[in-house]
């Protein structure tokens, strides 16, 4: 067996509509059926989704628009200050420079503020806004942020700033007390299309200040839009497609200078160049020093300059990632050492020196590990503040749940599944207390297993090139709408093999018919060890194109693999035996030996997991249910080894069968040659065995071993006696036959144990075991039921 690392739950789609769908709409099943699975299950809905015009809703359904874009072409008319007031991260950023962007070709006197992650925090803050002021600012627009800031709503009016707030972030029981709040999430919303990222509801605006939709600024919507990870459905998924087809000809001197600098292809430019090669640089930016460089980037039109920010850009995205590596390694240490996942259902760690910039990522990591709501914190003893990120899992809101907390929760914000934080130190051991109670309540033991959602199971002969081309209709792939993820089940394995210099990847054939599809499976190369090649393997994965050399055929990004049955590793014919703990998983891993002087030998080297097998009785008594059962030496009997199986259902098995020496290939005497032996001792009278033994032996061909059974076997029948070394013919002997000698039955029993346990092909082997093992099954399934 081999468990798989996540829970596969496959979607179950209504067939009637996806029959409806494929056939009204001309679509492949396949394609109808993740349509379904997304929730757009009418001809209509798919139809749009697939092929519908690009319709953004009118933006002054949004709530305080007209009051915004009133004020602000008083502004520009006025040619007051503006200040964009930003946020830090790839959304804030971009939010920032769509709306830079659109007052600057509008002809307003306008200028941006990113806070400073470090000194300031997030959002909004009365000393920024009071150094506004005195710099002349009488209108502030923030985008990406201000949901929250009430007390700084409060101090703009105090200091006569007009404050414009643009935001998507959840609202909190009480707004604030601002000119306009843009927001398509307010509890009064009229507008169609709620989940809208930060740069969509600044993109909004500039569709307000333009008087029409302002299609140069999409390649920066997207960028936002992707990277904060909203639903890629309705004006969403429009920007997306949009954005995604402009910045693969953008003219932006920043853009092209990162992306050149990253090493991407723009015809190849999709979803995935913003999440993980733009976005990330973006993010570290405002991670590690000040956003503004990034808003710099876009906002340039020299190509030094440009040249100049995408490289430093690159290089504190490279400082970024050490620092997560090193701050993820501490925060493993933290749990394992002081909050163990036993007795903690929402981990939450912290230490002093934690670059706050980055926790957010490395909350990320220990969701990824450890499978449990995270809050990553950074200590400031000076303030006495903790300042942290968290990330969630399925089940558990966290907006929800940190709002309960809210009296110890001056500064919090974000969605069910991400937020930020700032609280007192002396406050977090009982944040910690609180969430765990809250999770005891809401959340089950199965809630702690990761699941993987799974949009079909499908067969390989359905996996054609047309289906797959068909599949890029569905992108750009995102929240709500994933990259789709199938279950291919039970099929066999054509090769197999490690691949990468450093060996870490996977690569397999897997068959079922005569269809076949090649798999790749990106740092699973260790799992190559853990399947047995005579396996049938179930897996998960994304299927894609592969194309090299004009040569165009369908693969799979595979993503998890299981192995539902017991599995056989043979290792027969090796003498390495210490290399087995090496080889053989330690979870519940048994080492069985029947031999009681190899026991003594080597039963040390396997500490306590070795068990010496000596009789029935102790066979019996073997449980090997879900064990990894290695066999060490070679057993007495295939009796034996049936009854340390029966009633079991082990996960794998290694066969070793160790044996000193072998009765396989020496000579077993046939009985023209026990008749000649006899006729010479007849002719011949009394043999020295030991003085003639050798000689009689060479000249027939055999071993001094082979002569020896001979005369042992006519001595357990009576045909000789030997005395004093000497074999003497029994004149008086009855007639026997030689199945009548143990030692015969026991020679002939051995070769044919060799023959069955060592000699036998990998499949006769494997046959024998299934065997014995279904036999088990049935009989344990025969119990139960007649019970």
């Given at each position: 067996?081999?468990?798989?690392?996540?829970?596969?739950?496959?979607?179950?789609?209504?067939?009637?509509?996806?029959?409806?769908?494929?056939?009204?709409?001309?679509?492949?099943?396949?394609?109808?059926?993740?349509?379904v699975n997304r929730g757009l299950d009418t001809v209509d809905s798919a139809r749009y989704f697939l092929f519908g015009k690009d319709?953004?809703?009118?933006?002054?359904?949004?709530?305080?628009?007209?009051?915004?874009?009133?004020?602000?072409?008083?502004?520009?008319?006025?040619?007051?200050?503006?200040?964009?007031?930003?946020?830090?991260?790839?959304?804030?950023?971009?939010?920032?420079?769509?709306?830079?962007?659109?007052?600057?070709?509008?002809?307003?006197?306008?200028?941006?503020?990113?806070?400073?992650?470090?000194?300031?925090?997030?959002?909004?803050?009365?000393?920024?806004?009071?150094?506004?002021?005195?710099?002349?600012?009488?209108?502030?627009?923030?985008?990406?942020?201000?949901?929250?800031?009430?007390?700084?709503?409060?101090?703009?009016?105090?200091?006569?700033?007009?404050?414009?707030?643009?935001?998507?972030?959840?609202?909190?029981?009480?707004?604030?007390?601002?000119?306009?709040?843009?927001?398509?999430?307010?509890?009064?919303?009229?507008?169609?299309?709620?989940?809208?990222?930060?740069?969509?509801?600044?993109?909004?605006?500039?569709?307000?200040?333009?008087?029409?939709?302002?299609?140069?600024?999409?390649?920066?919507?997207?960028?936002?839009?992707?990277?904060?990870?909203?639903?890629?459905?309705?004006?969403?998924?429009?920007?997306?497609?949009?954005?995604?087809?402009?910045?693969?000809?953008?003219?932006?001197?920043?853009?092209?200078?990162?992306?050149?600098?990253?090493?991407?292809?723009?015809?190849?430019?999709?979803?995935?160049?913003?999440?993980?090669?733009?976005?990330?640089?973006?993010?570290?930016?405002?991670?590690?020093?000040?956003?503004?460089?990034?808003?710099?980037?876009?906002?340039?039109?020299?190509?030094?300059?440009?040249?100049?920010?995408?490289?430093?850009?690159?290089?504190?995205?490279?400082?970024?990632?050490?620092?997560?590596?090193?701050?993820?390694?501490?925060?493993?240490?933290?749990?394992?050492?002081?909050?163990?996942?036993?007795?903690?259902?929402?981990?939450?760690?912290?230490?002093?020196?934690?670059?706050?910039?980055?926790?957010?990522?490395?909350?990320?990591?220990?969701?990824?590990?450890?499978?449990?709501?995270?809050?990553?914190?950074?200590?400031?003893?000076?303030?006495?503040?903790?300042?942290?990120?968290?990330?969630?899992?399925?089940?558990?809101?966290?907006?929800?749940?940190?709002?309960?907390?809210?009296?110890?929760?001056?500064?919090?914000?974000?969605?069910?599944?991400?937020?930020?934080?700032?609280?007192?130190?002396?406050?977090?051991?009982?944040?910690?207390?609180?969430?765990?109670?809250?999770?005891?309540?809401?959340?089950?033991?199965?809630?702690?297993?990761?699941?993987?959602?799974?949009?079909?199971?499908?067969?390989?002969?359905?996996?054609?090139?047309?289906?797959?081309?068909?599949?890029?209709?569905?992108?750009?792939?995102?929240?709500?709408?994933?990259?789709?993820?199938?279950?291919?089940?039970?099929?066999?394995?054509?090769?197999?093999?490690?691949?990468?210099?450093?060996?870490?990847?996977?690569?397999?054939?897997?068959?079922?018919?005569?269809?076949?599809?090649?798999?790749?499976?990106?740092?699973?190369?260790?799992?190559?060890?853990?399947?047995?090649?005579?396996?049938?393997?179930?897996?998960?994965?994304?299927?894609?194109?592969?194309?090299?050399?004009?040569?165009?055929?369908?693969?799979?990004?595979?993503?998890?693999?299981?192995?539902?049955?017991?599995?056989?590793?043979?290792?027969?014919?090796?003498?390495?035996?210490?290399?087995?703990?090496?080889?053989?998983?330690?979870?519940?891993?048994?080492?069985?030996?029947?031999?009681?002087?190899?026991?003594?030998?080597?039963?040390?080297?396997?500490?306590?997991?070795?068990?010496?097998?000596?009789?029935?009785?102790?066979?019996?008594?073997?449980?090997?249910?879900?064990?990894?059962?290695?066999?060490?030496?070679?057993?007495?009997?295939?009796?034996?080894?049936?009854?340390?199986?029966?009633?079991?259902?082990?996960?794998?098995?290694?066969?070793?069968?160790?044996?000193?020496?072998?009765?396989?290939?020496?000579?077993?005497?046939?009985?023209?040659?026990?008749?000649?032996?006899?006729?010479?001792?007849?002719?011949?009278?009394?043999?020295?065995?030991?003085?003639?033994?050798?000689?009689?032996?060479?000249?027939?061909?055999?071993?001094?071993e082979t002569l020896y059974f001979m005369t042992k076997v006519f001595s357990e029948l009576d045909f000789v006696t030997i005395y004093?070394?000497?074999?003497?013919?029994?004149?008086?002997?009855?007639?026997?036959?030689?199945?009548?000698?143990?030692?015969?039955?026991?020679?002939?029993?051995?070769?044919?144990?060799?023959?069955?346990?060592?000699?036998?092909?990998?499949?006769?082997?494997?046959?024998?075991?299934?065997?014995?093992?279904?036999?088990?099954?049935?009989?344990?399934?025969?119990?139960?039921?007649?019970?």
């Amino acid at each position: 067996m081999l468990k798989s690392k996540t829970r596969w739950i496959v979607r179950s789609s209504d067939h009637n509509l996806v029959n409806m769908l494929a056939n009204e709409l001309k679509i492949t099943p396949l394609v109808a059926s993740l349509l379904v699975n997304r929730g757009l299950d009418t001809v209509d809905s798919a139809r749009y989704f697939l092929f519908g015009k690009d319709e953004f809703h009118d933006p002054y359904l949004l709530k305080d628009m007209d009051l915004a874009v009133k004020r602000i072409r008083k502004a520009i008319e006025d040619q007051e200050p503006i200040l964009i007031y930003g946020d830090y991260d790839a959304d804030g950023v971009s939010s920032t420079s769509v709306l830079m962007i659109t007052l600057r070709e509008l002809g307003a006197n306008v200028q941006f503020y990113i806070p400073n992650r470090f000194t300031e925090g997030y959002g909004p803050n009365e000393q920024a806004f009071r150094q506004a002021a005195e710099n002349g600012i009488n209108l502030i627009i923030t985008v990406d942020t201000g949901i929250s800031a009430v007390h700084e709503a409060a101090v703009a009016k105090e200091l006569g700033i007009d404050l414009i707030i643009t935001d998507h972030h959840e609202p909190g029981p009480v707004l604030p007390e601002a000119l306009a709040i843009i927001h398509p999430k307010l509890p009064e919303s009229i507008y169609p299309f709620r989940e809208l990222a930060g740069v969509g509801v600044a993109f909004k605006l500039a569709h307000a200040l333009y008087g029409e939709i302002p299609e140069h600024l999409f390649e920066i919507a997207v960028i936002g839009t992707i990277a904060d990870l909203v639903s890629l459905k309705g004006e969403n998924r429009l920007i997306a497609k949009k954005g995604l087809e402009k910045l693969k000809v953008t003219q932006n001197i920043g853009l092209k200078a990162i992306l050149k600098l990253s090493g991407v292809n723009p015809n190849a430019i999709n979803e995935e160049t913003i999440g993980f090669t733009l976005a990330p640089r973006i993010n570290a930016v405002g991670r590690l020093e000040d956003a503004d460089l990034a808003v710099q980037l876009i906002l340039t039109d020299d190509p030094d300059e440009a040249q100049h920010l995408a490289e430093e850009m690159d290089t504190l995205n490279k400082t970024r990632q050490s620092i997560v590596n090193s701050i993820t390694a501490e925060a493993i240490e933290e749990v394992e050492r002081n909050f163990p996942i036993e007795e903690n259902k929402v981990l939450v760690v912290g230490k002093e020196g934690w670059n706050a910039g980055v926790i957010g990522i490395v909350a990320s990591r220990l969701v990824e590990k450890y499978y449990r709501p995270t809050i990553v914190l950074n200590f400031d003893p000076n303030k006495g503040l903790a300042k942290g990120s968290a990330r969630s899992i399925a089940g558990f809101d966290l907006f929800k749940n940190l709002s309960a907390c809210r009296e110890i929760l001056p500064h919090f914000g974000g969605h069910p599944m991400a937020a930020g934080m700032t609280l007192k130190l002396e406050d977090v051991a009982e944040l910690r207390d609180r969430l765990n109670k809250l999770a005891g309540e809401q959340l089950s033991a199965e809630d702690f297993i990761p699941v993987t959602l799974l949009d079909e199971e499908i067969h390989l002969d359905d996996i054609q090139l047309s289906s797959l081309e068909e599949l890029n209709l569905l992108s750009p792939f995102g929240m709500d709408n994933p990259k789709p993820k199938v279950l291919i089940h039970n099929v066999e394995i054509g090769n197999m093999r490690k691949i990468g210099s450093e060996q870490n990847h996977l690569k397999i054939l897997i068959n079922e018919g005569n269809a076949n599809l090649d798999g790749i499976g990106f740092g699973l190369g260790a799992l190559a060890d853990q399947i047995s090649p005579a396996s049938k393997i179930s897996l998960i994965g994304e299927l894609s194109i592969n194309e090299w050399n004009n040569i165009r055929k369908p693969q799979i990004f595979i993503h998890d693999l299981a192995v539902e049955s017991w599995q056989l590793f043979d290792f027969r014919g090796q003498k390495r035996l210490k290399s087995m703990k090496d080889i053989v998983p330690a979870e519940n891993r048994k080492f069985i030996l029947f031999n009681k002087e190899i026991f003594e030998k080597i039963g040390s080297d396997l500490q306590d997991e070795s068990i010496l097998i000596q009789n029935l009785e102790e066979a019996k008594a073997f449980d090997g249910n879900r064990a990894n059962i290695a066999l060490v030496d070679f057993p007495p009997s295939k009796e034996m080894l049936k009854v340390l199986l029966e009633g079991s259902q082990p996960s794998r098995i290694y066969t070793y069968f160790y044996k000193e020496s072998s009765d396989f290939f020496s000579t077993v005497p046939t009985r023209d040659h026990f008749k000649w032996f006899y006729a010479y001792l007849m002719k011949k009278g009394p043999l020295d065995l030991k003085r003639h033994g050798d000689m009689i032996a060479k000249h027939r061909g055999w071993s001094q071993e082979t002569l020896y059974f001979m005369t042992k076997v006519f001595s357990e029948l009576d045909f000789v006696t030997i005395y004093n070394g000497f074999i003497t013919l029994n004149n008086q002997a009855q007639k026997r036959d030689l199945t009548d000698s143990r030692t015969y039955q026991r020679k002939q029993a051995q070769y044919a144990l060799e023959k069955d346990l060592l000699f036998s092909s990998f499949q006769e082997l494997k046959g024998w075991f299934d065997q014995v093992i279904q036999e088990s099954v049935e009989t344990e399934e025969a119990i139960t039921e007649w019970i």
